[in-house]
């Protein structure tokens, strides 16, 4: 059964501040990887995509993959109000369909 | 560029009642999703179709069909609504190939079945 964890949370950050999200995941063969933020009644909306070891940034937004230990995070930094939403981690092989984790909340507080 | 739509919205039905959920998508993408999602449980996979003329079982298949109708379009059927479909089901499509595999998600549609 592949397998994809996330910390549930709420995580609460103050405005300003780098929130820190992780992932891991159990498919060895998994070969690309996804950070999706989804709001309340809102469908899930494609921020990040990383398919190689190592960091990937693109704005306030930073994912970093490591493959020997499965591993996914994000970090956003200086972490605004808007930021607050639920954040799913999606894993994939090539050509398949992703597994999705079943996210992360995070409150930014102001 | 619409992305990827989806009709119904909203949907209530009854208990033993059919519909047909629409999804259609003009990013040219060869591979469809249907996913539901309820609180706590995440978004699992119904059905999917890697390109257009095939169709596979996701995670959670039963009480659901599914037809390709053409490269854009991917439709879902409950032929016979039970109140464990109530949920949100939301259509995403990809461009598997380049090296890509980035899924865009339909607005979704909130369906409950009493």
Sequence with gaps: ?????????PLSVPEGAIASLNCTYSDRGSQSFFWYRQYSGKSPELIMSIYSNGDKEDGRFTAQ?????????LLIRDSQPSDSATYLCAVGQAGTALIFGKGTTLSVSS | ????????????LKTGQSMTLQCAQDMNHNSMYWYRQDPGMGLRLIYYSASEGTTDKGEVPNGYNVSRLNKREFSLRLESAAPSQTSVYFCASSEVGGGTYEQYFGPGTRLTVT
């Design chain 2, 1 to 12: 560029n619409a992305g990827v739509t989806q009709t119904p919205k909203f949907q209530v």
């Design chain 1, 1 to 9: 059964q592949k397998e994809v964890e996330q910390n549930s949370g």
């Design chain 1, 65 to 73: 993959l490591n493959k020997a230990s499965q591993y996914v995070s």
